[in-house]
């Protein structure tokens, strides 16, 4: 299991339980005390108390003057009183952020040698390349995970980037990254040109910049050479088998290659009809080139889809397991295709099976964010814990920009009890959930996860706001309507909840039946016989 230090992604716990615990009044109390409004407040009933009495008896009883004086002096008291302490209060809110994103960037230094590739633009005459731009970007970042040395950011996080104007000092800044590579692609006839910017987030400078012109029969040479030139931008020095790695090419024939990346596009479009479609696209690419291991994996990583979102049909199941395996035959160090066998332990409730492929996918891929979360979500269920909050701190750590691993950690912190780290990891969410939206606004996902932590701590109007939000931006997406339904189910809203996890089933969020019997965020529900009706339609 992988070993680390809880504090390194929360705070230290709160006192345990039995301990006395400083309730939400004790901690408003401390603000004001910290942001020095209590001593203000006394400065000014002392400084008020003299300013009434100098005013009466000097001015109204020994020179005379009028009465009304006094109201005016009262009135100038309260009014000069509001404005300082309303300064006081915005002046202490803006230093404690400050302070909290201080601490933060000295707890969670960012990797020298880390880079985040956005998705290359479209140049080409024919706008429905984006396909074939989609996959060169998908290829590069591939390529450099392979690199030791490089913290790459996944492909899954800078998708929510993909055709957007962004800036990008402000997504190197919030992915915790020092470099960003941002470029495009022209694709004319059998010739293509890649243009490429690596780009230094703390100063804002190009470090490197260079186009490339090829034919299309050179275009894996091309994606190598691309790969080598940022790797020698960043001065990393290439091992042998790193270099290896890079030459290496998915396929000899390019139309099984142009057939793997349209099949990724439509799985990237999401829907059943676009999923049953890439199915096609890669049993086509196979059928060109038998040896073609990444279409196998993309094979089976949509026969998965097919199970866990749309039908549920355990046919899929074999299907899953019959191209993983024949990806790993091709490509023996695939940590991909040994996570995608040990999911199929997971849907059919073999954990401990499913534990064990999943740890040999680590051994092959030590920053495996996915299998790392799975593995905790298994000890979540076995009631183990501590382990399942070393998997969880392990995803923080590979993924610190992402919300996601809080939802794991307060659920898992609720479960043992501790109420006060549960909140520590509420907070947390909201933090990173805020940092995101302010990169990308329509991030239907970080929305409705961070619903439901308004939601817990009271925030009735920002929890409701956020789905408002969801339900315009993403109003079909399965996810999205689960975590609304969580968020209702703690404001009490049964209906609305009931509501939410049928449109979740029906936009092909199935076979996640112990989470949703597990979910602390919807216990109000849980002895509800319509709920329960509606649980044994989530396989």
């Known amino acids: 299991m992988h070993k680390s230090k809880r504090s390194d992604v929360l705070p230290d716990p709160q006192p345990a339980a039995g301990a006395p615990r400083r309730s939400k009044r004790g901690a408003f109390l401390q603000r004001l005390r910290k942001r020095r409004i209590m001593e203000t407040l006394a400065a000014f009933i002392g400084g008020g108390w003299l300013t009434y009495e100098v005013v009466h008896w000097v001015f109204v009883e020994h020179y005379h003057f009028p009465e009304y004086l006094l109201d005016i002096a009262i009135l100038a008291f309260f009014v000069a009183l509001v404005c300082t302490v309303t300064w006081l209060w915005i002046r202490g809110g803006k230093r404690e952020k400050a302070g909290v994103d201080q601490a933060r960037r000295k707890e969670e230094p960012i990797a020298e040698k880390s880079i985040a590739v956005l998705y290359l633009e479209n140049m080409s005459p024919d706008k429905e390349s984006d396909y074939f731009c989609a996959g060169i970007t998908e290829d590069i970042i591939t390529d450099l995970s392979k690199i030791k040395e490089l913290k790459v950011v996944s492909r899954a996080d800078v998708l929510p980037f993909r055709n957007k104007e962004v800036n990008t000092r402000k997504v190197g800044e919030g992915l915790g990254v020092n470099f960003i590579l941002e470029g495009s692609?022209?694709?004319?006839?059998?010739?293509?040109?890649?243009?490429?910017?690596?780009?230094?987030?703390?100063?804002?400078?190009?470090?490197?910049?260079?186009?490339?012109?090829?034919?299309?029969?050179?275009?894996?040479?091309?994606?190598?050479?691309?790969?080598?030139?940022?790797?020698?931008?960043?001065?990393?020095?290439?091992?042998?088998?790193?270099?290896?790695?890079?030459?290496?090419?998915?396929?000899?024939?390019?139309?099984?290659?142009?057939?793997?990346?349209?099949?990724?596009?439509?799985?990237?479009?999401r829907g059943k009809k676009n999923n049953e479609l890439a199915i096609e696209m890669f049993e086509n690419a196979v059928q060109i080139d038998p040896r073609f291991a990444s279409a196998y994996a993309a094979l089976a990583e949509a026969d998965s889809y097919m199970y866990a979102w749309y039908d549920g049909d355990p046919k899929w199941l074999g299907k899953i397991i019959e191209f993983n395996q024949k990806a790993l035959s091709l490509e023996p160090g695939s940590a991909e295709a040994l996570f995608g066998i040990g999911m199929v332990s997971f849907y059919q409730k073999r954990y401990g099976e499913a534990k064990r492929t999943m740890e040999k996918a680590i051994q092959l891929k030590p920053d495996y964010y996915d299998a790392y979360r799975w593995l905790g979500f298994i000890a979540d269920i076995f009631g183990e814990y501590q382990e399942a909050l070393g998997y969880y701190t392990a995803c923080a750590k590979i993924k610190p920009y992402s919300e996601e691993p809080y939802i794991h950690f307060y659920q898992t912190y609720a479960r043992m009890g501790n109420d006060a780290m549960a909140e520590q990891a509420r907070s947390k969410l909201l933090e990173l959930g805020e940092r995101k939206l302010a990169l990308n606004p329509g991030d239907a996902i970080a929305l409705s996860r961070m619903a439901a932590a308004y939601a817990h701590r009271g925030e009735k109007e920002k929890a409701y706001a956020a789905m408002k939000k969801v339900l315009q931006v993403d109003p079909d997406d399965g996810l999205s309507q689960y975590n609304c339904a969580c968020t209702y189910a703690v404001l009490g809203e049964r209906e609305k909840a009931l509501a939410c996890l049928r449109k979740a089933l029906e936009g092909g969020y199935k076979n996640i039946r112990e989470w949703v019997k597990s979910d602390l965020d919807l216990a109000s529900l849980h002895e509800d016989p319509d709920f329960k009706a509606l649980l044994a339609e989530f396989g």
């Not at 050479?225 to 890079?246: D, G, P, Q, T, Y």
């Not at 000899?252 to 099949?263: K, T």
């Open 185 to 269: 692609v022209r694709k004319a006839g059998n010739k293509i040109r890649i243009t490429g910017q690596l780009i230094d987030v703390r100063t804002g400078f190009h470090v490197w910049a260079e186009r490339f012109d090829r034919f299309m029969e050179d275009l894996f040479d091309l994606q190598n050479e691309v790969s080598r030139k940022i790797a020698e931008a960043l001065r990393v020095s290439l091992s042998e088998s790193e270099k290896e790695s890079l030459t290496h090419k998915p396929t000899d024939d390019l139309r099984a290659y142009d057939l793997y990346l349209r099949g990724r596009e439509l799985l990237y479009r």
